[in-house]
């Protein structure tokens, strides 16, 4: 049995939201959350909101107990990417790629 949370359209580069899932893939919920909450970087505040839905998630519509929960899968998948131009010398323009992420998070019952 699984339970899952995903978060679209977060405004966060998904190359730099893979670090952060690496990090948690595979560890129990508490050692995860516990490594999150202390990393200091803007993909960690994220995906521990995401981790805290889908273990809510396990327990409320599964009835999972919370105490044999890991994070089998953590990812972070390319969402939309808004276009922008900057003006540059000679009327040329530099094009800049805001990049936005679905991130999903999968946790299981360890036996």
């Known amino acids: 049995m699984e ?3 995903v978060a679209k359209y977060i405004r966060i580069s998904p190359r730099k939201m893979k670090f952060v899932c690496d990090m ?3 560890k129990h919920v508490d ?6 909450k ?3 970087s803007k993909g960690a505040k ?7 839905s889908a273990v809510a998630n396990a327990e409320n519509n ?3 107990d919370r105490d044999k929960l890991y ?8 969402g939309p990417t808004l276009k922008r131009w900057r003006p540059r010398a000679k009327g040329a323009a530099y094009k800049i790629l805001k990049r936005s992420s679905h991130v999903g998070v999968v946790v299981k019952e360890r036996d």
């Open 24 to 26: 948690v893939r595979g």
């Open 31 to 36: 050692e995860a959350l516990a490594i999150l």
């Open 46 to 52: 994220i995906l521990e909101k995401v981790v805290k």
């Open 38 to 40: 202390f990393h200091p």
């Open 3 to 5: 339970a899952r949370a």
């Open 62 to 64: 599964f009835d999972m």
């Open 71 to 78: 994070v089998s899968n953590a990812y972070a998948n390319q």
